[in-house]
């Protein structure tokens, strides 16, 4: 079956502008992640979905970044008047349900690399 | 703080020698996840092994097994027979901040030398 596909794969936007990343998550998982992977660091947590429930957000490192998930499946990530430090590959995640992270295995997708100049 | 910390940045073998990547965390919480994923050039995360805190048998899975020290904070994934397919980056994570999210460290780039 299909797994997680990000678009775009790639993004390269001038300062200041605004920019949207999609996720589409396997397809019957009701829990959707997003993750930020720096240059030659781990990934950081951003924000996360379960169902009709309101998402954590508390990764979200500043107010110019917001998700939404409509229907329950498809999620954007927004970041709007980007910035130099922005660059970075983000990268989503699904599992069946929000349980405990190692009862549902998180399902990656293989990002959008992000550069702002 | 909560954290995950791999102090190797690159490691390198030679194929079908055996490699141990290092990882130690620090928690409060006594019932966590620990995992062990690979990532190759393509970006995407593929997950290699995962250990529950509450289990003291150590997980495998095929030529990848890892050794949890509990007391210690130390989770290490020990790659035997390597092979040329197995490198890539590897990160340490745990649930060790809430049951959802995921804390990584800061990867280990290994190499296997033919």
């Known amino acids: 079956g299909a797994g997680v596909s990000q678009s775009p794969s790639n993004k390269v936007t001038e300062k200041g502008k605004d920019v949207e990343l999609r996720c589409d998550p396997i397809s019957g998982h009701t829990a959707l992640y997003w993750y930020r992977q720096s240059l030659g660091q781990g990934l950081e947590f951003l924000i996360y979905f379960q169902g009709n429930s309101a998402p954590d957000k508390s990764g979200l490192p500043s107010d110019r970044f917001s998700a939404e998930r409509t229907g329950g499946s498809v999620s954007t990530l927004t970041i709007q008047r980007t910035q130099q430090e922005d660059s970075a590959v983000y990268l989503c995640a699904s599992s069946l349900d929000g349980g405990r992270a190692g009862d549902n295995e998180q399902f990656f997708g293989p990002g959008t690399r992000l550069t702002v100049l | 703080a909560q954290t995950v910390t791999q102090s190797q940045p690159e490691m390198s073998v030679q194929e079908a020698e055996t490699v141990t990547l290092s990882c130690t965390y620090d928690?409060?919480?006594?019932?966590?996840?620990l995992f062990w994923y690979k990532q190759p050039p393509s970006r995407q995360m593929i997950l290699v092994i995962r250990?529950?805190?509450?289990?003291?048998q150590n997980a495998t899975e095929n030529r990848f097994s890892v050794n949890f020290q509990k007391a210690a904070k130390s989770f290490s994934l020990k790659i035997s027979d390597s092979q040329l397919g197995d490198a890539a980056m590897y990160f340490c994570?745990?649930?060790?901040?809430?049951?959802?999210?995921?804390?990584f460290g800061q990867g280990t780039r290994l190499t296997i030398n033919p």
């Open positions: 928690t409060s919480e006594s019932d966590y996840y």
């Open positions: 994570a745990s649930n060790l901040q809430g049951a959802q999210k995921l804390v």
């Open positions: 250990q529950e805190a509450y289990k003291q």
